[in-house]
């Protein structure tokens, strides 16, 4: 009886302290890793509104051809100029993405954006940098369409999301 208790003990002892294995999930599709993104998926003939949320914050951002547009929040509007389709090594104005692996890949699905919340047009050193990826997964199902990124105030990183809402009509 004392070898079957010695024993019991030592089976409940082995569940106790046993350590599960992480069950690995199941990804029902493969990403699109060679996908190319085209400024028009993103733009749209004349530029793209977006509805965008940072940190707390919510706006509409607009972005237009050639490079600007803007960020409208509580009621104001603020100036922005944006890099778009890079590479996460690409660098820009001294910094690559948050996704740098050092590793080159064609996907392209990068925007940077710099942001003149201080209204101060002749000093870019004050402008909010946005770093971002736009979704490759559902760049062709404008419903879908959205990108994910992390934003800096004061040298601290916040996580920011936009949502596309329409092209600008030409």
């Known amino acids: 009886m004392k070898k079957v208790?010695?024993?019991?003990?030592?089976?409940?002892?082995g569940l106790i302290f046993a350590q599960a294995q992480p069950l690995v999930p199941h990804i029902p599709f493969t990403p699109l890793l060679s996908t190319?993104?085209?400024?028009?998926?993103v733009l749209g003939p004349y530029g793209s509104v977006w509805k965008i949320f940072w940190?707390?914050?919510?706006?509409?951002l607009v972005l237009q051809?050639?490079?600007v547009g803007y960020i409208e929040t509580g009621g104001k509007r603020y100036n922005l100029e944006y890099v778009i389709l890079k590479n996460p090594q690409d660098n820009v104005l001294g910094m690559t993405g948050p996704g740098y692996t050092g590793k080159n890949t064609n996907i392209g699905h990068r925007i940077v954006f710099f942001v003149d919340f201080?209204?101060?047009?002749n000093n870019k050193n004050d402008d909010q940098r946005f770093d971002g990826y736009i979704?490759?997964?559902?760049?062709?199902?404008?419903?879908?369409?959205a990108m994910a990124g992390?934003?800096?105030w004061d040298q601290i990183p916040f996580g920011f999301y936009?949502?596309?809402w329409y092209d600008i009509p030409g």
């Open 65 to 67: 051809k050639g490079g």
């Open 5 to 13: 208790m010695l024993l019991v003990a030592f089976v409940l002892s």
């Open 55 to 60: 940190d707390g914050w919510e706006g509409t």
């Open 162 to 164: 936009a949502t596309y």
């Open 135 to 145: 979704f490759t997964q559902t760049i062709n199902t404008p419903s879908k369409r």
């Open 150 to 152: 992390i934003t800096w």
């Open 118 to 121: 201080a209204n101060t047009p």
């Open 36 to 41: 190319t993104i085209k400024e028009t998926q």
